[in-house]
């Protein structure tokens, strides 16, 4: 790491290829001072789960959409139906119970 007093800033990077380079080559120590805490989300802890079919056609059209994206066609899928639902407005809507939610089924016709 070099001192305080040779310290460099971060260039501006065309693609993220060049920045790889870049770091490959450079020690973030160097940069320290420059760098910003990242606020990330962390999904919740996603304990059941749904199947899904889709004839050929449309998996790999969300394949596609997915990859096009830089994540998974299950994580894309979840983002679209998550939308969705927080789309819809339910004025009325209840929680369902612990025991209702063991037995309960989900169809949709959107």
């Known amino acids: 790491m070099t001192s305080t007093s040779e310290q460099r800033t ?3 990077f065309a693609s ?3 920045e790889a380079e870049f770091w ?3 020690d973030m120590g160097d940069y320290w001072d420059e760098l910003k805490p990242a606020k990330v989300k962390f999904a ?4 059941q789960g749904i199947t899904i079919r889709f004839d ?6 969300l394949r596609i959409y997915a990859h096009e994206m830089g994540i998974g ?3 894309l899928a979840r983002m679209w139906i998550l939308e969705r639902l927080r789309s819809i407005s339910h004025p009325q809507h209840k929680e ?3 025991d209702t939610q ?3 089924h989900v169809s949709a016709d959107w």
């Open 10 to 12: 971060i260039p501006k």
């Open 16 to 18: 993220l290829e060049e």
């Open 24 to 26: 490959d080559t450079h």
């Open 44 to 47: 919740k802890n996603l304990s």
């Open 56 to 61: 050929l056609e449309t998996l790999r059209e």
């Open 73 to 75: 066609p299950t994580t």
């Open 96 to 98: 369902p119970s612990e």
């Open 102 to 104: 063991k037995d309960e």
